[in-house]
């Protein structure tokens, strides 16, 4: 029975969807686990019709099902199971729609077919595919220091790997990464971890060969050794559930094929050459040719070697190799690990004391008087509390080094997939923020960072056809820019065109074809839902299911985004996030008796308007004249339905209000104060309640509701 004709658009986008989360899928992880089991239910009820279809969807989804059950992150087969699904089912789709009978679908297990030398050799590397065994009972405290030194251990090996794609013979990156693999080989010896020994230690051999210049680590080198340090990063997380849990592996994380890998490289023939010599103080890369950075995949031969400058990112990063190896930081300062719970917990009390301290503050303003012995201790208190809740404030922020560095990994995967040339530089990765919207942000940047390779850098040929380099540059900084921090995404490709980005929103609907729109207004289109300007869907993007969850996801942590491009030069996306998201600096207004707070990050200014500034237009209701622009006029009290002091804007406040380039003036009764306030979540009572973000106790003992202005003028 042929394919439903309603089904063909859901499944096409159910498709897309998967191949998306499968980027996310690792080994040992359960990264994309859950929207991958739920799109392989929404696809196997949408080819209920075709039985080929349906069974083998039906298999794979079997296989994530038992994860779940078990709570098992991804394993080996269910892997290899949905990526093979992933490659098999546009062909099956293609062959059903066109009436044909798809051809069944080959389900392989983890690791087939072998390809090995004797057979006691594949004997012998497949009895390293156990599961791990851990002692408990003995050394549960020893497992503990062993999977503190691991993570760390993997990062280093992560960044001097992004490194070494760029610099093959640095000898920082090559003595850190050598290091990390030794260490990680002897203690896993120790306590009897064989899957990770066995793998550590031919990478280990391998890259002595490398140090001791008889191999070149190439692209296809590298990416083995990632391979291999993302399944030491799974058996890790096994033993991080052990410790946590008390949960004893019980699913094996295959390295057999990663061994044998590796091996093969390391018994290649050794590529001869050392670094040429260079003018003193310049920076020297041996590189093979064609190899540059994070570009399609180089042949594994052997190549004259060049000297070539280092991008400066690249050398400072480099050298902060040989600090990060060490157990000290430069200036001496010792690290202590503390559970993240216990710094959520201080910062609760350490609100709950703000609280206390502003309710304090504002009895000594009614009975205490001035200069008493009761204002004197208040005020010591407040200085006291604030150097407290700085701290504590300071405990909870992290760089953004780790996510940016997850970045430079996708870059290089992603590049290679593209068959593009991409040099990705990074700054400003030791810009601090609170670990809430460090968490929050990855994600978003994965969509930016997919995007910029996808659509906003064109083919190698093409740049060349433009007279650019066959190499494009995308640059990821960092930086603190008021009391914000700024993530900045730059790209030297084809830009956006305003003008294609204004047909293609006409033609989905989504605005009127005669709708007078400025290029900001233009440029945040791309941010609605289903928005896409690709000329094709690829497996990675085109469907537009991506960038408005960037938008979603930064908003939701108070952030906003900004895109400035020049069609042919490139484009540059911006956001804006605040320092934490534990405490707001805020404009407090009242309305009637009740009273919000305007996160001063979209306040403008306050002004008390003229008569004759105001009018009102037909269709459009009030607007204010206010420095040559037209700004329409919401009133709070009508929003929220409660009683206020003036009905005339004359005679109270407007607040000038700025959100995702659109200016607003909300009317209020009374400017109150200015202050930072501690911002309470509102759970369920208040829940998705349009215009509000949370709330707050204010020094007096009341609850004033935290306005969200985003969300507050689209309802308006």
């Known amino acids: 029975m042929p394919l439903a004709p309603e089904s063909i658009i859901p499944l096409d986008d159910a498709l897309n969807r998967l191949a998306t989360e499968s980027i996310f899928a690792q080994l040992g992880r359960d990264d994309g686990l859950i929207p991958s089991y739920s799109l392989l239910g929404e696809i196997r009820d949408l080819c209920a019709s075709e039985p080929i279809l349906k069974d083998a969807v039906t298999r794979v989804h079997g296989l994530l099902d038992r994860l779940l059950d078990t709570g098992q992150p991804f394993d080996g087969d269910s892997l290899v199971g949905l990526r093979q699904l992933i490659d098999w089912l546009p062909g099956a789709l293609a062959a059903a729609k066109a009436g044909d009978v798809p051809i069944p679908f080959q389900l392989s297990k983890c690791g087939e077919p072998v390809v090995s030398g004797e057979s006691t050799t594949a004997d012998a590397e497949a009895a390293i595919d156990v599961i791990l065994e851990l002692n408990l009972g003995e050394n549960k405290e020893l497992l503990g220091e062993f999977y503190s030194e691991a993570v760390d251990h993997l990062h280093k090996i992560e960044a001097a790997l992004l490194v070494l794609d760029q610099q093959p013979r640095h000898p920082d990156a090559l003595n850190s990464i050598f290091r990390s693999f030794h260490t990680i080989k002897g203690n896993a010896g120790f306590l009897g971890l064989g899957p990770m ?73 050794p590529v001869g050459g050392e670094a040429v010599a260079a003018p003193s103080g310049a920076a020297v890369v041996v590189v093979p040719a064609p190899v540059v950075p994070f570009d399609s995949p180089a042949p594994v031969a052997a190549t004259p070697p060049l000297v070539a400058s280092a991008p400066a990112d690249v050398v400072a990063a480099a050298n902060a190799l040989e600090v990060q190896a060490s157990g000290k930081s430069a200036t001496g300062n010792q690290t202590v690990r503390v559970n993240t719970e216990k710094l959520d917990s201080l910062m609760d009390v350490v609100g709950e004391l703000a609280i206390v301290q502003s309710q304090l503050i504002e009895s000594v303003r009614r009975f205490g008087g001035e200069g008493s012995l009761l204002q004197r201790n208040v005020a010591q208190l407040s200085r006291i509390a604030k150097e407290l809740q700085s701290t504590a404030m300071s405990l909870r922020m992290i760089p953004v080094k780790q996510t940016f560095q997850k970045m430079e990994r996708l870059a290089r995967d992603l590049s290679r997939n593209f068959g593009k040339k991409v040099l990705f530089q990074v700054g400003g990765e030791d810009t601090e923020l609170d670990r809430t919207v460090v968490e929050e942000i990855a994600d978003p940047l994965v969509h930016m960072v997919r995007n910029a390779l996808d659509h906003g850098l064109e083919l190698p040929a093409d740049r060349m056809a433009q007279g650019k380099p066959e190499m494009g540059t995308v640059h990821l900084r960092a930086y603190h820019l008021g009391t914000n921090i700024v993530i900045e995404l730059q790209d030297d490709g084809r830009g956006i065109d305003p003008e294609k980005i204004f047909k293609k929103a006409v033609e989905k609907g989504i605005i009127d074809p005669l709708a007078n729109l400025t290029r900001d207004e233009i440029f945040g289109l791309l941010f609605a839902p289903g928005f896409s300007t690709a000329e094709k869907v690829t497996a990675v993007s085109g469907r537009g299911v991506g960038m408005d969850v960037v938008k979603r996801n930064i908003e939701k942590l108070r952030g906003k985004i900004e895109i400035t491009s020049e069609v042919g030069q490139g484009s540059t996306f911006k956001i804006k996030l605040p320092l934490t998201m534990a405490i707001i600096d805020g404009l407090v207004v009242r309305v009637g008796a009740d009273k919000f707070i305007l996160p001063s990050t979209s306040v403008q200014m306050a002004l008390r308007p003229k008569r ?60 109150v104060s200015k202050q930072e306030v501690v911002i309470k979540n509102l759970g369920a009572f208040m829940q998705g309640l349009p215009g509000v973000s949370g709330a707050a106790i204010l020094g007096d003992g009341n609850i004033a509701l935290i306005l969200d202005p985003g969300s507050l003028l689209h309802a308006a």
């Open 197 to 269: 020994q066995a793998l550590a230690h031919e990478v280990e051999s391998l890259l002595d060969l490398a140090r001791n210049q008889q191999l070149l680590l190439t692209p296809p080198i590298i990416t083995e050794i990632l391979r291999s340090r993302d399944a030491l990063q799974a058996h890790t997380q096994q033993i991080a559930v052990a410790l946590e849990k008390g949960q004893l592996p019980t699913t094996v994380v295959p390295v057999s094929h990663l061994v044998a890998a590796v091996k093969a490289l390391a018994q290649a023939a």
């Open 612 to 671: 004759e500034a105001l009018s009102t237009v037909h269709g459009s209701g009030e607007v204010l004249e206010w420095r040559g622009r037209i700004l329409p006029v919401h009133r709070l009290h009508r929003r929220f339905n409660i009683p206020a002091d003036t009905e005339n804007p004359w005679e109270g406040m407007l607040v000038i209000v700025e959100h995702a380039g659109r200016v607003s003036a909300l009317l209020v009764d009374e400017m």
